[in-house]
C-alpha cells in the first residue's frame, strides 16, 4: 500500500474536523448580515432571452446533450436552421441530443420564440479533445448534505433547480459528493451504488431528462475521506471492509485507509458511470499527482463518454504544470468554510496559478457557499454565515477567476436574495466568457492594501471590472484606466444592477460596501 505523502495530516484532520466544524458553525453572523440584503438582479423579462455560455465542446462519437437556457414566459418555441447533421432539437423543451461523429466546428444561430417576441443568439459547438470549454455551472451535494446525501435528497435538487429555473441561466450539473458508494459489483466490477443509491442508472436517466446533467465522486485510495469504498483495493478482486480509524491517540501509518492500493479499478469504475450516464467526476485525493490522475484520465477518455474530470483536495503547486494539461479542473486550496477568512483568502489567492488556466481548464478554489449550507458533518444545513455583501464578493470574485461555480446549499431552500445570485446572466457572463482567459489582480491600495481591482479580458474586447473592498468600513475605490492597460474614452456598465453608468474618459470611482464588490463592464476602448 502506497501512502500519500500528507496522509497523516489528513487523518489528523479527518479525526480532529468534528470540534474545529462545530466551532466554525457556532460563528455567529455580523449585524450586517442582520439586515434587509439588497437585491441588485433583475428580474428576467418576460420576453425571451437565450442566456449561458456561447460555446460548447464535445468529442466525436460521445452523446451529446446540451438544454439551451432562455427565460421568458412559456410556452416558448425553439429553432435552429444550422443543427448538424447527427443532433436534434426538441422545438418544445429546448434540449439538444445526439451525436456527432467526426471533429470540426459549427456556428449555430439559435432562436427562442414566446408570444411576446423572439431572441437569437450565435452558439459554436466544437467537437474536439478539450471539454468543459467554459467553467461548469451546477450543484454538488457536500456543502449541504455532506455524508447525509441520498437518492431522494439528490433527485429533489435536480427537480428544485429546474422549477426555481436556475436551469434556464445555463445552471446543469446535480453532482453527488462522497457517501454514495456500495460494494463492488456488477458486469465491470465497478463500484455499485449503496443502500441509499439503489438506482444510478434510473436517477441519472430522470435528471438527463430534466435537461441536466449527472456528476459523481471517487478517490484513487482504498478508501474515501467519508470513509467509504475507493477506486483501488489491496487485493485483486476490489473487495473492502470498512477500516477501523482509532480516534485517539498517536497516528500509526499501519491504521491510515487513506493510501492508494495495489490494484487500481479506473478502467471499471469509468466503464460504470459510462454505463450509468455519468457526466462529471470529482477525484479527490492528497496529494494530487500525475499517475493517478493521468489513469482516471485515460479511462474517462476510453469510456465513450464526455465525463469532466475534477481533480481535489488540493494540488500541489509543484505538479500544475503537468496535471494542468490533462484535468477539466482541479483544487487550488483547501475545503471553503462560510466565513470571511476563508472565502476571501481563498477567492484572493488565485493570481498564481492563472498561468495554468486555459479554455477547457479551471482553478478552482472550491464551491459556493451562499444559501443553506453546513452539512459537512452530518448536521442539517443553515443559512451561509457570510454576510450579503461577502457573498457579492464571492460570486463576483469566482466569475472573475474563471471558478467552477458549483452551488452547495439547499435547492429547495431558495430565497429571493440567493436566487438574485445565481441568477444573473450579465455576472454568469463573466464566468463563461467564450475566450476562457482568467482574471488577476490589477491593483491594490487602501491600508495594507484592501481595496482591490480586478480585471478579466472579455472575447468581445472589453473587460470585466471587479471593485473590491476588503476592509471594514465603506471605502471609495476607483478603477484606472492606466492601471489597465486603456486609454481614452469607455463605455461603464454595472453588471450586478444591469444598467449602464455612462462614459468615462481615464476612471471610474464607486464607494463599496465592507467586504463587498461590485462588477463593471468597460467598453469600446482603446488599448493603450
Known amino acids: ?61 460521445h452523446p451529446f446533450l446540451y438544454q439551451i437556457p432562455a427565460t421568458g414566459e412559456r410556452p416558448m418555441t425553439f429553432s435552429t436552421p444550422d443543427l448538424p447533421e447527427g443532433l436534434q432539437l426538441d422545438s418544445k423543451t429546448g434540449l439538444i441530443t445526439g451525436m456527432l461523429k467526426s471533429a470540426g466546428e459549427f456556428t449555430l444561430v439559435l432562436k427562442a420564440e414566446n408570444a411576446l417576441g423572439t431572441n437569437e443568439k450565435k452558439f459554436k459547438i466544437v467537437v474536439g479533445e478539450t471539454i468543459a470549454l467554459t467553467p461548469p455551472l451546477g450543484w454538488n451535494s457536500w456543502n449541504c448534505w455532506g455524508p447525509m446525501v441520498d437518492a431522494d435528497k439528490v433527485l429533489k435538487s435536480a427537480k428544485a433547480m429546474v422549477s426555481s429555473g436556475l436551469i434556464q441561466h445555463g445552471w446543469s450539473y446535480i453532482n453527488i459528493d462522497d457517501a454514495w458508494q456500495g460494494v463492488r459489483g456488477g458486469e465491470f466490477n465497478g463500484i455499485q451504488g449503496n443502500e441509499k443509491f439503489s438506482d444510478m442508472k434510473g436517477l441519472c436517466d430522470a435528471i438527463h431528462a430534466m435537461g441536466l446533467k449527472v456528476g459523481i465522486y471517487s478517490t484513487p485510495w482504498t478508501t474515501s475521506y467519508a470513509e467509504y469504498i475507493g477506486s483501488s483495493s489491496e487485493n485483486p478482486e476490489g473487495t473492502w471492509q470498512k477500516p477501523t480509524i482509532p480516534k485517539k491517540g498517536n497516528l500509526n501509518k499501519k491504521t491510515l485507509p487513506w493510501a492508494i ?5 479506473a478502467v471499471n469504475d469509468a466503464k460504470q458511470w459510462a454505463a450509468w450516464g455519468i457526466d462529471y467526476l470529482k477525484y479527490d485525493w492528497n496529494p494530487n499527482e500525475e499517475p493517478e490522475t493521468r489513469q482516471m484520465y485515460d479511462a474517462l477518455r476510453a469510456s465513450g463518454r464526455d465525463i469532466v474530470l475534477s481533480l481535489s483536495n488540493s494540488m500541489p503547486f509543484a505538479n500544475v504544470p503537468v496535471l494542468s494539461k490533462i484535468a477539466n479542473c482541479w483544487r487550488t486550496t483547501g475545503d471553503i468554510r462560510d466565513n470571511w477568512q476563508s472565502m476571501s483568502s481563498k477567492g484572493f489567492g488565485q493570481d498564481k496559478w492563472a498561468p495554468y488556466q486555459s479554455r477547457g481548464h479551471w482553478n478552482d478554489p472550491d464551491m459556493l457557499v451562499i444559501g443553506f449550507v453546513g452539512g459537512w458533518g452530518g448536521r442539517a444545513p443553515k443559512p451561509s ?91 471609495e475605490v476607483t478603477a484606472k484606466w492606466s492601471d489597465l492597460q486603456l486609454s ?31 462588477l463593471l463592464k468597460v467598453s469600446a476602448l482603446t488599448a493603450k
Open 1 to 61: 500500500m502506497r501512502i500519500g505523502t500528507f496522509s497523516y495530516l489528513i487523518a489528523a484532520i479527518l479525526w480532529t474536523g468534528a470540534s474545529m466544524l462545530e466551532a466554525a458553525q457556532t460563528e455567529q453572523p455580523s449585524q450586517q448580515a442582520k439586515a434587509a440584503p439588497e437585491v441588485r438582479t433583475p428580474k428576467a423579462p418576460a420576453t425571451p432571452r437565450i442566456n449561458g455560455a456561447s460555446i460548447f465542446g464535445v468529442r466525436p462519437g
Open 261 to 265: 492500493g495495489q490494484y487500481s479499478f
Open 385 to 475: 454565515g457570510l454576510t450579503p455583501d461577502e457573498q457579492y464578493t464571492h460570486i463576483t470574485l469566482w466569475s472573475l477567476v474563471s471558478s467552477p461555480l458549483l452551488i452547495g446549499c439547499d435547492m429547495e431552500r431558495l430565497d429571493e436574495f440567493t436566487f438574485n445570485l445565481l441568477s444573473n446572466d450579465e455576472v454568469l457572463a463573466v464566468s463563461q466568457d467564450a475566450l476562457g482567459r482568467q482574471g488577476t489582480c490589477a491593483a491594490k491600495s487602501g491600508p495594507e492594501d484592501t481595496l482591490r481591482i480586478y480585471a478579466k479580458d472579455l472575447e468581445d474586447g472589453s473587460k470585466a471590472i471587479g471593485l473590491f473592498n476588503m476592509g471594514d468600513q465603506p471605502a
Open 488 to 518: 481614452g474614452s469607455a463605455a461603464v456598465r454595472d453588471l450586478w444592477r444591469q444598467k449602464d453608468l455612462g462614459n468615462f474618459d481615464s476612471q471610474v470611482i464607486m464607494t463599496v460596501a465592507p467586504h463587498g464588490a461590485e
